[in-house]
Nanobody
């Protein structure tokens, strides 16, 4: 089992920044990739960004150039730096952990609201 605890969401004005954090614990030795997904009301959950064990990253086209995913092995954590936020970035953001067997674990989600 893997437990994921997210933090860092909140309310921000358009053009502002937020940094999301996700701390992993439990059976994390089998880490393959971690990432952030988001789900807006009435929409499907979508990938925002991911990072593999060796550091390869992948971003949704809508966030390229604005968001940056990073990881800290010492802290078993992954971060999402979000800059130049737009109202359409408003969603619940979920941390995702995928192990080498392909199993996925999810955090409880953190709300990000971009509004003036």
């Amino acid at each position: 089992q893997v437990q994921l605890v997210e933090s860092g969401g909140g309310l921000v004005q358009p053009g502002g920044s937020l940094r999301l954090s996700c701390a992993a614990s439990g059976s994390i030795a089998s880490f393959r990739a971690m990432g952030w997904y988001r789900q807006a009301p009435g929409k499907q959950r979508e990938l925002v960004a991911s990072i593999t064990r060796v550091g390869n990253t992948n971003y949704a086209d809508s966030v390229k150039g604005r968001f940056t995913i990073s990881r800290d092995f010492a802290k078993n954590a992954v971060y999402l730096q979000m800059n130049s936020l737009k109202p359409e970035d408003t969603a619940v953001y979920y941390c995702n952990f995928r192990n080498s067997a392909g199993f996925e674990y999810w955090g409880q989600g953190t709300q990000v609201t971009v509004s003036s």
